[in-house]
């Protein structure tokens, strides 16, 4: 089974910019949909953005939209999440999942169909 690892995560200020990164070391990852998840201190998992590693779709929450990228290098090894002008409220630790074959529309994934859940990595934004 594929083991995803998410790292990146740290403490910054209103407004600055982190990037995360999601790996499957020893395996590619071309024909998987992977998403970052984020759960904040009492509050739901919640999903924040999806890739398709197939047709390079992406998805977003709408929270996240014009802040947040999702991009994934050429050898379909690593998934990062681009964060910029972060908010307090974007704390909370971070998870990447992914499925895989990648096999419908991003917006129709449920956190069901997500496997190979990786350990999170923290984000705190605050000044």
């Known amino acids: 089974d594929v083991q995803l690892q998410a790292s990146g995560g740290g403490l910054v200020q209103p407004g600055g910019s982190l990037r995360l990164s999601c790996v499957a070391p020893?395996?590619?990852?071309?024909?998987?949909?992977i998403g970052w998840f984020r759960q904040a201190p009492g509050k739901e998992r919640e999903g924040v953005s999806r890739?398709?590693?197939?047709?390079?779709?992406?998805w977003y929450v709408d929270s996240v939209k014009g802040r947040f990228t999702i991009s994934s290098d050429n050898a379909r090894r690593t998934v990062y999440l681009q964060m910029n002008s972060l908010k307090p409220e974007d704390t909370a630790v971070y998870y990447c999942a992914g499925v895989g074959p990648d096999w419908k529309p991003l917006g129709d994934y449920v956190f069901a169909d997500f496997t190979s859940w990786g350990q999170g990595t923290l984000v705190t934004v605050s000044s």
């Open positions: 890739i398709s590693l197939v047709d390079d779709s992406t």
């Open positions: 020893g395996f590619t990852l071309d024909d998987y949909a």
